[in-house]
């Protein structure tokens, strides 16, 4: 069963992705929840995570150092990473390109967005894994 961690500091914004995650066929997954990078860290070092998805803007660990901080690990950065923001800026893009993001996915989170990500990602068979 594939594991997806949802990194948020909004309750309501975590069961929002997951919701539009589970609404395209991918119920089987285990999702895991986070609060901030800090626990989202605790957690991929503990048990093996499929996919991080992730906001920006986060109390204690923001979503840019949790990012820098699973690829540059030899242990982690195989990890796909998902960035959702709000924040559609140039420079900001092009700094989490370098962090190394898989997908920087812009907010309203949508099914199709997610969609179109996990697909091109982690491919269309994944969700049976």
């Not at 948020?8 to 119920?27: F, H, K, N, P, Y």
């Not at 093996?48 to 820098?68: A, E, N, S, Y």
């Not at 990473?81 to 993001?101: C, D, R, T, W, Y």
């Amino acid at each position: 069963m594939a594991k997806l961690l949802i990194t948020d500091d909004s309750a309501t914004a975590r069961m929002i992705i997951q919701r539009c995650i589970e609404v395209l066929g991918w119920d089987k997954c285990e999702f895991l929840h986070a609060a901030d990078g800090v626990a989202a860290l605790e957690i991929v070092v503990k048990q093996q995570v499929d996919l991080i998805i992730t906001d920006i803007v986060m109390p204690v660990m923001d979503g840019r150092v949790l990012l820098k901080r699973i690829k540059v690990s030899p242990k982690l950065n195989h990890i796909p990473v998902f960035v959702i923001s709000s924040l559609a800026n140039p420079a900001m893009e092009k700094e989490m390109i370098q962090f190394g993001v898989d997908r920087l996915i812009y907010k309203p989170v949508s099914p199709p967005k997610l969609l179109e990500a996990l697909e091109a990602t982690l491919g269309k068979d994944f969700r049976e894994k």
